[in-house]
């Protein structure tokens, strides 16, 4: 799991880990914890100018 305090939009890459697509940190290479996880959902669909699902 990352412990990067801060992960941005243009940080993120996805990788397959067996039958599933992981979000991955571009620097350390490991895959984003729940919160970071979370907080890069609501970022991307903040970005793409989706609104926010409850």
């Known amino acids: 799991m990352c412990e990067c305090p801060k992960v941005h ?8 880990a067996g039958m599933r697509v992981v979000p991955t940190h571009k620097n350390c290479g490991d895959s984003l914890n729940e919160k970071q996880a979370e907080s890069f959902r609501k970022d991307l669909v903040k970005s793409w ?3 926010e699902e409850e």
């Open 9 to 16: 939009l243009y940080e993120v890459e996805f990788k397959l």
């Open 49 to 51: 100018g989706f609104e």
